[in-house]
């Protein structure tokens, strides 16, 4: 069906309104009777055809409305789509966060069983690894179970591992010890003399004097009285310098 505009309409009305009437009254009446009926027939037409505006207008006016109302319910649903994509990254971002601090800590925790940690040998302070701390520690445990084959084969490992460690010197004498207790008496004086010649210093090296004195002695070698005057007059403030000098004295 045609649509006609609003002037469209009021036009065709008026036209119709008018053309009629006078078509059926133009004999009945004299020019002035005629004139006065056109002229309300006019104000007739005039009134419907601000009548049919104001109903054009208002249905207008409620279509408009009704789209507005359509837009604004898809503009709200648009906005909720958009909060529920806003949580949705929010929470992934919260995660990931989670996830990166949980990381670092975790990082932050190996990194710091690996830093040096200070420790006292011997009475001095040394700065270690802990995994070199932690194999000497086992070492000495199968030492002190007494295995000492595998306790001599650990501290050999480590002396290899860490040959500048700080409990290098302790190592090598536990593995002359390891092979004194073998009844290994070469073995153990060919490791303790390594104690000598590289940590004169340490507080074993008494101690591994003491214990060359001893294998020599089973060996049945007279080197070993030379050992322990050599001990004495090297380390005379020594527990090891004590027993030399009770061995010699035959006590």
């Known amino acids: 069906m045609m649509k006609l505009s609003k002037s469209g ?6 036209a119709a309104l008018t053309w009629l009437p006078l078509q059926a009254h133009a004999g009945l009446f004299d020019d002035d009777e005629a004139r006065k009926a056109l002229l309300d027939l006019r104000a007739k037409v005039e009134a419907m055809r601000s009548e049919l505006n104001a109903r054009i207008d208002t249905k207008s006016d409620k279509s408009s409305t009704l789209d507005l109302v ?9 906005v909720a ?37 200070e420790v006292t040998i011997d009475g001095k302070t ?3 690894d802990p995994n070199e701390q932690k194999t000497y520690e086992a070492a000495y445990k199968i030492f002190l179970a007494g295995d000492y ?6 501290f050999t490992e480590f002396l290899q591992r860490y040959p500048g460690s700080s409990y290098a010197a302790n190592a090598q004498y536990y593995l002359g010890s ?68 009770e061995r010699l004295s035959g006590k």
């Open 9 to 14: 309409l009021s036009a065709a009305l008026l």
């Open 70 to 78: 359509n837009q604004n319910e898809m503009t709200l649903q648009e």
């Open 81 to 117: 789509k958009l909060r529920g994509q806003i949580e949705v990254l929010s929470n992934e971002l919260a995660n990931a966060q989670k996830r990166q601090k949980d990381f670092y800590v975790d990082l932050d925790a190996r990194l710091r069983k690996l830093e040096p940690r």
């Open 126 to 128: 040394a700065q270690v």
């Open 149 to 154: 084959k595998a306790g001599g084969t650990a």
């Open 178 to 245: 390891s092979y004194f207790a073998q009844r290994d008496c070469k073995g153990a004086i060919s490791a303790q003399l390594l104690v000598l010649k590289n940590y004169p210093d340490s507080p074993r090296a008494p101690e591994a004097m003491l214990n060359i004195a001893s294998c020599q002695s089973e060996l049945k070698d007279k080197a070993a009285k030379k050992t322990l005057q050599d001990l004495i007059k090297a380390y005379p403030d020594s527990a090891a310098a004590v027993t030399a000098k």
